[in-house]
């Protein structure tokens, strides 16, 4: 059997297991079958036709090919490629968001696109997830499409091995901390993700009190940002230590 591919990667090259991988000739996925049920922008049509060269399934992992207990959130996983037509492109987030929105499976979207580097051209991929932010339950989830750094192709790789990957909902939870936390841990990822985002906002205000500091004159107001600033940065050492 000859597997599907997106330019170099496959999901062999990914560390997918075999018996996940899509066969070629069942693998191309018709651009038009994302926009012929649900209503999608003129600038997001143009995009898919002529940003995306192709969408490729190359993996579908399963109870049956993982040997991972059934999900009781998740069905299943699926890795699709998205082969991007300009050099250098970016992640087109809109159509992950279009693609990702129609399905209840989780995807990875394996970006793959031609780059320069060095003075000479490679092949690179990325990945994103679409996933909800952590919310209160019983409120409308808000969904955003998370990315990661671009690789070298024969670099990017998929981990599925974690101890506590072990149904097809902690695989998601799993492939979604590696693109979005650098981390194959399926355990706690809304909270891990809260304290990633409050860190984020800790660092952007600490930077903005660090610059009013240094501007402010009245001895009175100095005093005060500082203690704001001070505040801040404890903040932010207790949720890098939760992190190490």
Do not use: Y
């Amino acid at each position: 059997m000859t597997i599907a591919s997106c330019g170099s990667v496959s999901a062999l090259t990914l560390g997918l297991p075999n018996s996940s991988a899509v066969p070629a000739e069942k693998a191309t996925l018709p651009k038009g079958l994302f926009v012929a049920r649900i209503p999608v922008s003129a600038k997001t049509k143009q995009r898919l036709a002529n940003d995306i060269e192709t969408i490729t399934m190359l993996s579908l992992l399963r109870p049956s090919n993982t040997r991972l207990a059934v999900g009781t959130r998740i069905p299943e996983v699926l890795a699709i490629g998205l082969r991007l037509h300009a050099k250098n492109a970016a992640i087109p987030t809109d159509i992950v968001e279009l693609i990702a929105m129609q399905r209840k499976s989780g995807i990875v979207f394996v970006c793959v696109r031609d780059a320069d580097f060095e003075g000479t051209k490679r092949q690179e991929c990325a990945f994103a997830v679409r996933r909800a932010l952590p919310g209160r339950a019983g409120h409308t989830p808000t969904f955003k499409v998370f990315v990661s750094d671009w690789k070298p192709a024969g670099e990017a790789m998929l981990d599925i091995g974690d101890p506590a990957v072990d149904s097809i909902d902690a695989l998601w939870e799993s492939l979604c901390s590696q693109v979005m936390l650098g981390s194959a841990s399926p355990t706690a990822l809304d909270a891990r993700m809260t304290r990633r985002m409050q860190a984020a906002q800790l660092a952007e205000q600490i930077d903005k009190l660090t610059r009013d500091h240094q501007r402010a004159k009245n001895p009175e107001q100095r005093n005060e940002i500082f203690t704001k600033l001070h505040k801040a940065k404890n903040q932010l050492e207790e949720l890098r230590k939760l992190e190490a």
